[in-house]
């Protein structure tokens, strides 16, 4: 935007014509990763931690860079005031050797469960076994039936 503002205050200036873009074109990367084409979806499930717009100019074209970052934090407003602001970091959730949502994870009935693991954040067993997913640590529950499978 300051580009084609600064390009055309100097065509005014010297007395030319400032060709300005005709079409803005969007484009997504979302934790580094470019994105074809964006619908949403990439970032069902996933908390933005931050967001950016960087423009470049081309012929005729601006791209309109939406730079998209995301984390496991979580920030929860705990009263009626400005300081009552907790940041949690949500682990990574395995049931019998998979992967959950917490959704699903609240939904365990506690009977079910032969026990349960936890592997601290920051530690390197849960970075060792589970690499970036698990460096907010890692609880890992086996239910009665999943030890039989076993």
Do not use: W
């Not at 580009?3 to 979302?30: E, M, P, R």
């Not at 009626?80 to 699903?104: A, M, R």
């Not at 349960?116 to 060792?128: F, M, P, S, T, Y």
């Amino acid at each position: 935007m300051r580009t084609i503002l600064l390009t055309a205050l100097c065509a005014v200036a010297i007395g030319t014509q400032a060709k300005v873009a005709n079409d803005t074109i969007d484009k997504y990367i979302i934790d580094k990763q470019p994105i074809e084409h964006f619908d949403g979806s990439q970032l069902e499930g996933k908390r933005i931690s931050k967001y950016m717009i960087a423009y470049k100019q081309g012929k005729g074209v601006v791209e309109k860079h939406h730079v998209i970052y995301t984390d496991a934090k979580i920030v929860r407003l705990t009263g009626n005031d400005d300081k009552s602001v907790s940041v949690v970091t949500e682990p990574l959730l395995i049931v019998d050797g998979k992967e959950t949502s917490p959704e699903d994870f609240a939904k365990i009935n506690s009977e079910t469960i032969d026990h349960i693991d936890v592997l601290k954040a920051g530690g390197e067993a849960a970075e060792k076994m589970y690499g970036e997913k698990g460096k907010n640590g890692v609880i890992i529950v086996t239910t009665k039936a999943g030890k039989k499978d076993k």
